[in-house]
């Protein structure tokens, strides 16, 4: 991913960040016997950033749940490991070079170097699972950080407090999903 790539995809996330500092991004939707609140939400914040609009502490307090887009409360990283291995990786004698061609495998081997990562460990890897690679490396390079995001500080407030948790989605159908619209190029 060139410099140019990665700092209009910076820019796009930090809109998300900046919109959740300038109003909350919390919603109420009453019915009669409940409460449901949808909320917007960053994945990776910069520490200094990381301080929740106070919408989201009223919407956690009146809440019997946290339902997320994953199940991060119960997410298991060693599954999450296995289905990338599983599904990320190439076929045997497939090569991210051969499927990319020379041009596009030079420029993502100097976005890899750029950001640490030998390009060696990800020659294997499908072009989908370098992308968000080298998109996660991008955002941790330039800060931001999984553990101050949203999503995991009120996970941290589930276990603190006990409050269930629930994903919309499996593991298997969010990661799916790329694998899926990578294969319809």
């Known amino acids: 991913m060139g410099r140019t790539a990665s700092r209009r995809l910076l820019a796009l996330c930090l809109l998300g960040s900046l919109s959740a500092h300038a109003a909350s991004p919390v919603w109420a939707i009453r019915g009669a016997h409940n409460t449901v609140y949808l909320a917007g939400s960053v994945h990776l914040l910069p520490a200094e950033d990381a301080v929740l609009p106070q919408g989201f502490d009223r919407a956690y307090a009146d809440s019997s749940k946290l339902v997320m887009e994953l199940d991060l409360g119960k997410l298991d990283p060693l599954e ?106």
Not at 92 to 104: C, H, I, K, P, S
Not at 108 to 120: F, N
Request: aromatic share 4%; proline share 5%; hydrophobic share 40%.
């Open 80 to 185: 999450a490991a296995g289905w990338m291995i599983e599904h990320a990786a190439l076929p045997a004698g497939t090569t991210l070079r051969g499927m990319l061609g020379e041009q596009r495998y030079s420029r993502v081997s100097a976005a890899a170097a750029e950001l640490g990562a030998p390009i060696e460990l990800l020659d294997g890897q499908a072009p989908w699972a370098v992308g968000v690679e080298l998109a996660d490396l991008e955002f941790l390079h330039q800060g931001f950080d999984p553990e101050q995001g949203v999503e995991q500080q009120l996970v941290r407030r589930t276990h603190a407090d006990g409050k269930p948790t629930a994903g919309l989605e499996t593991l298997g159908e969010e990661l799916g999903s790329l694998e899926a619209l990578a294969s319809e190029d």
